[in-house]
């Protein structure tokens, strides 16, 4: 679906800097909405919790996944990677296990742990940074039960990057991912590492029942770093946002 520049103007000022300060690696402009299907992409698999720091867990709760490889070098805050992981908690890292619990507060309206910036989570991005439980019939404790069945809920994730260089994207998507206890609540976003260093966050349709916000931004470090606002998750449904060094 492509905005029309009227709707790009207008999704521009939801995604508007806290601390422009903060923000010196990456600008950001709103982008075409543009889903990658992920439906034929691999499940993660969430790792021993002794690959991890800060009381990680392999049922998907508050749980990483081993290195992964990207499938080409993306530069990420002046740094080269060629592997990542993925956190379920709506995060990518880069060379950084750490996992933390997600919720903070139950509310409504919830409040999340570990929000930008954070000496813990540095080279890191936050798609949505929730406190997302991926586990089959939910992990227990919080206000509600929740379910994530793999046949209709899962973060998957591209093993051969899409295109060809120098024009490869690596995609992480999740799919009606519930938060942690909030019975009723559902996330789709995506993320796509491109290439040339850009990256882009784009959001399907989402429920969130207790009110949370979530960061979504990114954190170099706690000096560089960017956090940005947004009206409510089902707001930014079919929008795309995409960060760049200018």
């Known amino acids: 679906m ?5 709707q790009l103007v207008l999704l521009g000022m939801l995604f508007l800097c806290v601390d422009a300060a903060h923000a010196v690696t990456y600008s950001n402009a709103p982008t075409a ?3 990658i299907d992920p439906s034929s992409h691999t499940p993660v698999v969430w790792s021993n919790p002794t690959q991890g720091t800060g009381g990680c867990d392999t049922g998907g709760d508050d749980s990483i996944t081993a290195p992964i490889n990207i499938g080409f070098t993306f530069n990420f805050g002046g ?10 908690n709506g995060r990518l890292q880069f060379n950084n296990t750490y996992c933390g619990a997600g919720t903070q507060n139950i509310g409504p309206p919830r409040t999340y742990t570990l929000p930008y910036p954070n000496a813990n989570i540095v080279r890191t ?9 991926t586990t089959l019939n939910g992990s227990g404790g919080g206000p509600g039960p929740t379910t994530c069945p793999p046949a209709t809920c899962s973060v998957r994730y591209t093993v051969t990057p899409l295109g060809t260089a120098p024009n490869r994207q690596f995609v992480v998507t999740w799919i009606n991912t519930p938060d942690w206890g909030s019975t009723g609540s559902f996330y789709n976003f995506q993320v796509i590492l491109n290439e040339d260093g850009s990256f882009i966050y784009q959001y399907g349709a989402s429920n969130n029942p207790d009110l949370g916000k979530a960061d979504i931004g990114w954190e170099v470090d706690t000096t560089d770093y960017g956090l940005y606002t947004y009206t409510n998750i089902g707001a930014l449904a079919n929008t795309a946002v995409r960060f760049f060094i200018p």
């Open 125 to 133: 991005m936050k798609v949505y940074g929730a406190d997302i439980d």
């Open 33 to 35: 909405f543009s889903w």
């Open 2 to 6: 492509i905005k029309s520049a009227l």
């Open 79 to 88: 740094v080269n990677y060629t592997q990542l992981r993925i956190m379920a």
